[in-house]
């Protein structure tokens, strides 16, 4: 059996922008990818501190340490610029994995920098 787990998390990550006219997706800096074991176009999901909602999408990769936070596509309806947010990946791990899984947690600075894991 298979069970689905917090692989990773960003917490408390800023809103920098909420851009309609692209296609979909999230745009994270780099280096919180980097830091929280997220990947180019792995599924994750948001959680918005402001309003309490959920949404999934993909991630595209942005500038490093440009502390770059933006809902693309129908995702920018969802959060605007200046949300905090908390941004979860998930994997499947086999009962023996679960065990000793311990998921990778990136708490931010208000710029969008990673201040502790």
Same mark, same amino acid.
């Given at each position: 059996? +298979?069970?689905?787990?917090?692989?990773?998390?960003? !917490?408390?990550?800023?809103?920098?922008? &909420?851009? +309609?006219?692209?296609?979909?997706?999230?745009?994270?800096?780099?280096?919180?990818? %980097?830091?929280?074991?997220?990947?180019?176009?792995?599924?994750?999901?948001?959680?918005?501190?402001?309003?309490?909602? %959920?949404?999934?999408?993909?991630?595209?990769?942005?500038? &490093?340490?440009? *502390?770059?936070?933006?809902?693309?596509?129908?995702? &920018? %309806?969802?959060?605007?610029?200046?949300?905090?947010?908390?941004?979860?990946?998930? *994997?499947?791990?086999?009962?023996?994995?679960?065990?000793? !899984?311990?998921?990778?947690?990136?708490?931010?600075?208000?710029?969008? %920098?990673?201040?502790?894991?």
């Amino acid at each position: 059996m +298979l069970r689905v787990l917090m692989k990773s998390k960003i !917490h408390g990550a800023t809103v920098t922008e &909420a851009n +309609l006219k692209y296609t979909g997706s999230i745009t994270i800096d780099k280096n919180l990818l %980097r830091c929280s074991n997220i990947c180019p176009f792995e599924r994750v999901q948001i959680v918005n501190l402001h309003n309490g909602t %959920r949404v999934e999408t993909y991630v595209m990769e942005g500038k &490093a340490g440009s *502390g770059t936070i933006c809902m693309n596509g129908a995702a &920018a %309806r969802w959060a605007q610029a200046g949300d905090k947010v908390i941004i979860i990946s998930y *994997g499947l791990f086999g009962e023996s994995e679960t065990k000793a !899984h311990k998921p990778k947690i990136v708490f931010v600075d208000p710029q969008n %920098r990673p201040k502790k894991t």
